[in-house]
T-cell receptor, first 114, second 114 residues
Framework: AQSVTQLGSHVSVSEGALVLLRCNYS??????LFWYVQYPNQGLQLLLK??????LVKGINGFEAEFKKSETSFHLTKPSAHMSDAAEYFC????????????FGTGTRLTIIP | SAVISQKPSRDICQRGTSLTIQCQVD?????MFWYRQQPGQSLTLIAT?????????ESGFVIDKFPISRPNLTFSTLTVSNMSPEDSSIYLC???????????FGQGTRLTVV
């Protein structure tokens, strides 16, 4: 079965500082990996996805993530945090080769300090 | 991509009553997914709804408690029956038009049971 683990349920960074949100996955087959963002009182929105092409994936709003097979990681980064980045971020491992369901991590709440 | 309209956006209900949540998609999709997001937690898949067949429920969820309808390829409803305070959650519908786990979500229904 697939799973993802997000380290840190809450992360606070200063405006303009580096954002790093950690995600590690477990999968018996090459995974499809996703980062979703949930702003207050909204549904989830796809930030970026990894589907076995380039290991460095660029998403919306200046976010990017790097797939590292040796570390089974897919950490999300942004060089310079903006106030509008404050939200809940979910890592997810998706369906690949079969009927595995989309499985979400427990989420990381990002707070931006002015 | 897909645009999903979900309603109601929020409701406060008395215990013992039922609430039906509607989800409308702007394009035809084979499967629609219903998730529950309990306070401070991640998303848990309730069931997968296919047009023309019974929904497939995940472990821990039953049809009597969460009946689902799927009358056509763009619409689905989820009913939360005989509600108790433990049902207070955000309920989200989702579609994956391209498959492989890239999901699009409605804005969610925030349910409070008193």
């Amino acid at each position: 079965a697939q799973s993802v683990t997000q380290l840190g349920s809450h992360v606070s960074v200063s405006e303009g500082a580096l954002v790093l949100l950690r995600c590690n996955y477990s999968s018996s087959v090459p995974p499809y990996l996703f980062w979703y963002v949930q702003y207050p009182n909204q549904g989830l929105q796809l930030l970026l996805k990894y589907t076995s092409a380039a290991t460095l994936v660029k998403g919306i709003n200046g976010f990017e993530a790097e797939f590292k097979k040796s570390e089974t990681s897919f950490h999300l980064t942004k060089p310079s945090a903006h106030m509008s980045d404050a939200a809940e971020y979910f890592c997810a491992v998706g369906r690949n080769f079969g009927n595995e369901k989309l499985t979400f991590g427990t989420g990381t709440r990002l707070t931006i300090i002015p | 991509s897909a645009v999903i309209s979900q309603k109601p956006s929020r409701d406060i209900c008395q215990r013992g009553t039922s609430l039906t949540i509607q989800c409308q998609v702007d394009s035809q999709v084979t499967m629609m997914f219903w998730y529950r997001q309990q306070p401070g937690q991640s998303l848990t898949l309730i069931a997968t709804a296919n047009q023309g067949s019974e929904a497939t429920y995940e472990s821990g969820f039953v049809i009597d408690k969460f009946p689902i309808s799927r009358p056509n390829l763009t619409f689905s409803t989820l009913t939360v029956s005989n509600m108790s305070p433990e049902d207070s959650s955000i309920y989200l519908c989702s579609v994956e038009p391209g498959g492989l786990g890239e999901a699009f979500f409605g804005q969610g229904t925030r349910l409070t049971v008193v």
